[in-house]
Each structure stands twice: as structure tokens, then as C-alpha cells.
């Protein structure tokens, strides 16, 4: 709010600074507007004001300050208020499949791979999930604790950068009829927010073929 704290009646003016990133000096040409910015108050008058600015969705992680300032033209009088606001690092995962359906081996192992890309705000790292349809495994090659593991790390990836996950099909060993088709789910996951972060699942559908048919 803007209140003329004067005894006479007087004009007055409002403005905000583009917002900087504190950490390293970055200013942002962010668009920014007040409901209005040219006033006249009466004596002990206040008015009320709003502030919006639009920013890129989502906007680089860090805290911001900006610098808003009321003058009074009459008296050449000016007033500051500093705001400040904390963007986080926002998780956005992009999981790239080789196609809608796989073919694997009924009998032998398949490897399979995926690519992974950070499309959050900021370096982030993604925890990697293999939920496996009944009777077969599906095992991360070299992502996981050990070879085989259902569940992984990426580890930090950088802005809009990727990585390339391989996985392991292992059937359940028994003949099964060529064509059948089974279900498997990829899941991510930020580090460290199980639970709690938002969960990305993607499905994957892969399809028994006849034995000795793989190229």
C-alpha cells in the first residue's frame, strides 16, 4: 500500500527495479505491473496497490530481490520497500523410449535402453524405478547399487542434459507363446523425495517373439 504521510494533499508515484538474482548479480527483464503507478492522495490517505510480474515457467532457482520505491512528487520525498523471493529447484524428467512396444526373448536375457533428460530448472538428480510384470525382471545394468537392481540413481544432471539408462530383460525361462504381450513401468523420482516429490511413471509394453528371430 502507498499512504501520503504528509499533512496537505500530494502527488505520488510508485516503481519496482527488474528483479536480480542474488547470488550472482543477474538482473532479469522480467515484465512487471502495478495496478497503477500514479496517485493522489488526500492527507493520511493510503491506497492500496498490486504488484505482478510474469516470469519464464520455470524460472532459474535462486533468491531474488527487487527493490520497490513510492515518491512523493510535491515534496521530493521517496520511500523504499525491498521484496524477496526464493525459487527452488523445480524437477521436470523427460523419459525417451526406443519405441511403444519391445520385442524381447521368452528364453534369453534382452537389453533394452532409455534416455533420461533433466527438463527441471536447475542441476538435479533422478532416482530410477523398474516395476517388472509378474514372472520376469527387469534389471538396471550399471544405474543400481548392483547389476540387476530395480531401483537407481542417475545422479546430478545438469540442465536439459541426459542420460542413457541400459537395462536387462530377464524372462521367466519357461516357453511362452510368441506375440503375448506384458507390461512393465519405469518410474522417476526426485533424489531423495520419495513420497514425496512428483512421480513420473512411463509404461512400458514389450512382446514375446519367437526364439532365434532377434537381429
Known amino acids: 500500500s502507498l499512504m501520503n504521510t504528509a499533512l496537505l494533499e500530494t502527488n505520488a508515484t510508485i516503481e519496482v527495479t527488474d528483479p536480480i538474482r542474488i547470488q550472482d548479480g543477474l538482473e532479469y527483464d522480467w515484465f512487471t505491473s502495478f495496478t497503477s503507478n500514479t496517485f493522489n492522495l488526500d492527507p493520511a490517505e493510503i491506497e492500496e496497490v498490486s504488484l505482478t510480474m510474469v516470469h519464464p515457467a520455470p524460472p532459474p532457482p535462486g533468491l531474488y530481490r527487487m527493490l520497490v520505491t513510492g515518491t512523493d512528487i510535491e515534496n521530493n520525498v521517496s520511500s ?3 521484496l524477496y523471493f526464493d525459487v527452488p529447484i523445480l524437477a521436470g524428467v523427460d523419459i525417451v ?3 511403444q512396444q519391445f520385442l524381447v526373448s521368452p528364453l534369453e536375457p534382452t537389453q533394452m ?4 533428460f533433466n527438463e527441471g530448472n536447475g542441476a538435479q538428480g533422478y532416482d530410477v524405478e523398474l516395476v517388472s510384470p509378474s514372472g520376469w525382471h527387469l534389471g538396471l545394468d ?3 547399487t548392483f547389476v540387476g537392481s530395480s531401483h537407481g540413481s542417475t545422479g546430478t544432471l545438469a540442465k536439459d542434459a541426459g542420460k542413457p539408462i541400459d537395462i536387462t530383460i530377464n524372462p521367466p525361462g519357461a516357453m511362452i507363446p510368441a ?3 506384458f507390461d512393465a513401468a519405469i518410474i522417476t523420482n526426485e533424489e531423495g523425495m520419495e513420497g514425496v516429490g512428483s512421480k513420473v511413471g512411463h509404461e512400458e509394453r514389450f512382446v514375446a517373439h519367437e526364439e532365434g528371430c532377434i537381429e
Open 179 to 181: 506375440g503375448n504381450i
Open 142 to 144: 550399471s544405474l543400481g
Open 80 to 82: 523504499e520497500l525491498t
Open 97 to 99: 523410449m526406443p519405441g
Open 113 to 116: 535402453q532409455i534416455l533420461i
